[in-house]
Structures are given as C-alpha cells and as structure tokens.
C-alpha cells in the first residue's frame, strides 16, 4: 500500500529558527514528490521533485529529495510567524494519478 | 498553471440534506480529482472525475453517497448526500493540467448543523 509519512506532526519554533521538515514515501511507480503549504484551506505549491540530491530553493525555503533512500526534506531558514502553516508532503504515481499525502507537519512560529 | 474556482466557499447545512460543490478550470485537463480534508486531517481522496464516465471511488466513498459528474473537460460536480455532522469538512477539487502538474481549487469549507 502507498503510504507518505511526515515528521514531526507538530513543531513550535521562534522567529529566526531554521526548521527540518521530513517526509519519507513508499510508492509503487514513483515519479515526484511535491511540497504544499496549506494556510487556510487550499494547499499552496511549494516545490516539486523529481531528481535525487538537486536542491530546489525559493527564498528561505529549500527542498532535496533522497530517491535511494526514499525521503526528502523541507528547510524553512529565518523563520518568520508568516511560515506558520501545515506543510502537505505529497507523492505522485507515474501518469496523471491523485496524488498519496501525508499527514502534514503543522508549523506553528511565535515571535 | 491552471486556475481552478469553486463554489460555494463556505455553507453550513442542516443534517439530511444535501450540498452540491462546483469546480471550474480555466482550461481543458484531463483528470480532475476531489478530496476532503476532515479537521486536523490531511487531504484524502474521494474520487477521480472521469470524463464521459463514472467516477473512480477510493476505499470508504460510494457513489450514493457523493455523486459527481464530470461533463466536459474544464468542469465537475461534488454533491455530498444526506448530510451529517460528520461530513463537515473542506472538500477540494484538484485538477491534473499536464505531466508533473496538479493544482488546487481554493476548497468549499461545509458545515453540517
């Protein structure tokens, strides 16, 4: 069965820290894995990964994915209390097929 | 990217009755998909909206349940049936535009009284 799961479920940081976020994944005919951030309903596009160890980065946030060992990791830099959020690790089948999420991480940044 | 609406937003219903959801793609794809996101839970599947033919239920969805229609290429349906407390959720369409792509409507958040 295809399962994502994420780690921690929940992590209180203060401003400034710079956070780990971790997602493993065991899917049949794997092709990418993605990163959301879900604020309020709708979950944001973060990132998207299809390639062992190329590091995606977009401001403070970076994400690398490990195929052989099946995980990957999402960096929040200089937290920031606009970072608090539930970040939704995700991984797609080959072809246009839903994707498998994980639980989330719920970020939460106090000042 | 593609741009997805739905509609309504928000409803809150009475217990038994029934909320049909709409979802809107500012271009033709192939495969759209609805999900409900119970509170403090992560998004899970309901179904996958076929065009021109039913629906693909995941384990724990019937169709009696949540009917959806897919008419075309740029449009679906989510009618959640017989409400309870329990279907209280936000329900979200996603819509697959292109390898590698799928994206968000901004999700219908129901509440059943």
């Known amino acids: 069965e295809d399962k994502v799961v994420q780690s921690p479920l929940s992590l209180v940081v203060h401003e400034g820290d710079t956070v780990t976020l971790n997602c493993s994944y065991e899917?049949?005919?794997?092709?990418?894995l993605l990163w959301y951030k879900q604020e309020k309903k709708a979950p944001t596009f973060l990132f998207m990964l299809t390639s062992s160890g190329i590091e995606k980065k977009s401001g403070r946030l970076s994400s690398i994915l490990d195929k052989k060992e099946l995980f990957s990791i999402l960096n929040i830099t200089a937290t920031q209390t606009g970072d608090s959020a539930i970040y939704l690790c995700a991984a797609e089948h080959s072809g246009n097929t839903p994707l498998v999420f994980g639980k989330g991480t719920r970020l939460s940044v106090i000042a | 990217s593609a741009v997805i609406s739905q509609k309504p937003s928000r409803d809150i219903c009475q217990r038994g009755t029934s909320l049909t959801i709409q979802c809107q793609v500012d271009?033709?794809?192939?495969?759209m998909f609805w999900y409900r996101q119970q509170p403090g839970q992560s998004l899970t599947l309901i179904a996958t909206?076929?065009?021109?033919?039913?629906?693909?239920?995941e384990s724990g969805f019937v169709i009696d349940k949540f009917p959806i229609s897919r008419p075309n290429l740029t449009f679906s349906t989510l009618t959640v049936s017989n409400l309870s407390p329990e279907d209280s959720s936000i329900y979200l369409c996603s819509a697959a535009g292109g390898p590698n792509e799928q994206f968000f409507g901004p999700g219908t958040r129901l509440t059943v009284l």
């Open positions: 909206a076929n065009q021109g033919s039913e629906a693909t239920y």
């Open positions: 899917v049949t005919n794997f092709r990418s």
């Open positions: 271009s033709q794809v192939t495969m």
